[in-house]
């Protein structure tokens, strides 16, 4: 390995630990040795939760943008995050109660708009990436604006349902919701791993389709996967987290100046920067707004200002 | 043997048919270079060819193998594939680029084995990019760019080389630069099918020029012999003036010209 991958690695990894420390240490009441059960048995879970999210939303978004060729493209374009947004609004809207309620509304809305898109985009051959992008935008303004209807008719749900759907890494632990939960990160892993062990095919489609066909590789049916394998996972952790937003967008990037565009460093180090920035981000909204503020708040303030670099640079 | 031979290919795109009933044999170690006007179905030759669109019905063979029962893997050790441009969106180097061509022998997780590396190095040495292995794609001249992407189709190790058009976008000494270089794979034995844009430039290198019009098969002539004008008339709807290469002593052809008679 070389010098300049080796550094790069300690820092992802420093990133990381130094958050999960900060994570589990910091927050309202501070930390004390003599009360470290009740500690570990609230902020471990979300620390865990926040290392799953910040890494899913980075790899998915780094393997979006290969088979795209397009740096510009996040995991918000599968159509599948406002999926999710609209079954936990529909949850708070009706107020329904219990520890499973928001997570199976929003899953089941991450399955109802996967399933649109591919309605829409058709199947088969023709199934190509710019139509499954349109897809997934469309279903994304026609979930959004249901959401948005839904919440206008119910205004005095308006908050709560905001901070669900802006993410959050607080989740009521209940024995059900535990194990429903640990499912949902075993299902997780396995398909990030999918996504992993196709990293050679992920560079070779990032030149373009034909390449990769020349090359040996089912270019359509890896793309097809990919979008697949990637909305399943994305949708598992935005049920559970609420969307948020930039880090599927930005972490990629700043890896791939890391690591240059190799996928087989650029997915788990976008995995370990995503979780590490993540579990900051998280740190800061705890800290600083201890009664609640959506994630989304501090990575787009951070996200934005390195956006608009990286625009610049493009030019 | 044949390298390739195409038997009773039907293929085109949207329910419209472009080849029909397309047969074609190609030689082991010949140069086929394949000329015609826009549209008449040379690309999507190719790519039947390289399997990366398939017939509607039909056979082509490859080395006698039907490329319907090989995997994909086994077709990307037969045949290589030069597309006509290529973007790139992320920083690759040089040397990632040629690598990629040693896909098909490569298990995902493995390193690349001292097998893997000679033929990346024999490649790129062959192409002349060696000596910049580990620049940027995107820091290089269109002809340094077409010639790494010749040195992954060679890292491949294929018996057959396509190329689309592979020198259509770059200047006379670029161009002459991977003429030369595909002529001499041509003489190692190696099959080169190449769509070109240039009639003269398929007269001057390639050992046959096949004619395509309108999905079908106009021709095959011999770039040594003579050439009827009505061929080229027949497929290109110009009426040229062919002329001999004063060298070579192949068939040059010219445009007509502005008649200057009427100043126009």
């Known amino acids: 390995m070389r010098v300049k991958t080796v550094i790069g690695w300690l820092f992802l990894w420093g990133v990381l630990v130094s958050g999960a420390l900060l994570s589990v240490l910091t927050g309202p009441g501070g930390f004390h040795l003599s009360e470290i059960g009740s500690f570990l048995y609230f902020r471990l879970p979300r620390m865990a939760i926040g290392i799953i999210a910040g890494g899913v939303l980075a790899l998915v978004g780094c393997s979006l943008q290969g088979i795209m060729r397009n740096p510009l493209v996040d995991p918000w374009t599968l159509g599948v995050a406002s999926g999710a947004a609209f079954g936990v609004s529909l949850a708070v809207v009706t107020g329904a109660q219990g520890s499973l309620v928001l997570p199976v509304s929003a899953i089941t809305g991450a399955a109802l708009a996967i399933g649109f898109v591919y309605l829409l985009a058709g199947s088969g051959i023709n199934l190509t990436v710019t139509r499954l992008v349109l897809s997934g935008v469309i279903v994304n303004f026609f979930f959004s604006s249901v959401v948005m209807l839904m919440l206008i008719l119910r205004?005095?749900?308006?908050?709560?349902?905001?901070?669900?759907?802006?993410?959050?890494?607080?989740?009521?632990?209940?024995?059900?919701?535990?194990?429903?939960?640990?499912?949902?990160?075993?299902?997780?892993?396995?398909?990030?791993?999918?996504?992993?062990?196709?990293?050679?095919?992920?560079?070779?489609?990032?030149?373009?389709?034909?390449?990769?066909?020349?090359?040996?590789?089912?270019?359509?049916?890896?793309?097809r996967m990919t979008f697949l394998v990637g909305s399943v996972v994305v949708g598992l952790v935005v049920a559970w987290t609420g969307a948020i937003s930039f880090v599927g967008l930005v972490v990629p990037h700043m890896v791939r100046m890391l690591f240059g565009p190799r996928h087989s460093l650029v997915l788990p180090g976008s995995f370990v920067l995503g979780a590490g920035l993540l579990l900051y981000a998280d740190v800061l909204v705890r800290n600083l707004a201890p009664s609640g503020l959506p994630l989304s708040v501090v990575t787009a303030l951070v996200g934005v200002p390195f956006f608009i670099y990286l625009l610049r640079k493009s030019q | 043997?044949?390298?390739?031979?195409?038997?009773?290919?039907?293929?085109?795109?949207?329910?419209?048919?472009?080849?029909?009933?397309?047969?074609?044999?190609?030689?082991?170690?010949?140069?086929?270079?394949?000329?015609?006007?826009?549209?008449?179905?040379?690309?999507?030759?190719?790519?039947?060819?390289?399997?990366?669109?398939?017939?509607?019905?039909?056979?082509?063979?490859?080395?006698?193998?039907?490329?319907?029962?090989?995997?994909?893997?086994?077709?990307?050790r037969l045949i290589a594939y030069v597309p006509q441009e290529s973007h790139f969106a992320f920083e690759w180097k040089v040397e990632d680029i040629v690598m990629m061509g040693r896909h098909p022998y490569l298990r995902p997780f493995v390193r690349p084995a001292p097998l893997d590396w000679k033929a990346v190095n024999e490649a790129m040495e062959l192409t002349g990019v060696i000596s910049y292995r580990y620049k940027g794609m995107n820091e290089l001249s269109a002809g340094e760019r077409q010639r790494v992407i010749i040195a992954r189709a060679l890292a491949q190790e294929t018996d057959i080389l396509l190329l689309d058009e592979a020198t259509s976008h770059l200047d006379l000494y670029h161009r002459t630069e991977i003429l030369r270089l595909l002529h001499k794979l041509s003489s190692r034995k190696k099959t080169v099918v190449s769509v070109v844009h240039d009639l003269n430039e398929a007269f001057s290198y390639c050992s046959r020029v096949a004619f395509m019009k309108a999905g079908s098969l106009v021709s095959c002539v011999n770039p040594e012999g003579m050439v009827d004008s009505g061929l080229i008339i027949r497929t290109f709807g110009i009426t040229p003036v062919i002329a001999h290469h004063p060298v070579t002593g192949r068939p040059q052809f010219f445009l007509p010209g502005a008649d200057r008679t009427t100043g126009q």
Not at chain 2, 9 to 26: A, E, N, T
Not at chain 2, 39 to 66: E, H, V, Y
């Open chain 2, 1 to 76: 043997m044949n390298a390739v031979d195409l038997q009773e290919v039907f293929f085109g795109y949207h329910q419209k048919p472009l080849l029909c009933d397309f047969r074609l044999s190609i030689t082991a170690g010949e140069w086929l270079g394949i000329v015609g006007p826009n549209g008449a179905g040379k690309s999507t030759l190719l790519k039947l060819i390289a399997n990366i669109l398939q017939p509607w019905s039909g056979n082509i063979m490859i080395f006698d193998r039907n490329l319907k029962e090989l995997s994909r893997r086994e077709i990307a």
């Open chain 1, 155 to 223: 205004r005095h749900t308006l908050g709560e349902a905001v901070y669900l759907m802006m993410g959050n890494l607080g989740v009521v632990y209940t024995a059900k919701a535990f194990w429903l939960l640990v499912g949902c990160g075993i299902v997780v892993v396995l398909g990030c791993g999918w996504l992993f062990f196709h990293s050679r095919e992920l560079d070779i489609i990032s030149l373009n389709e034909e390449t990769a066909f020349s090359l040996g590789i089912d270019a359509a049916k890896m793309i």
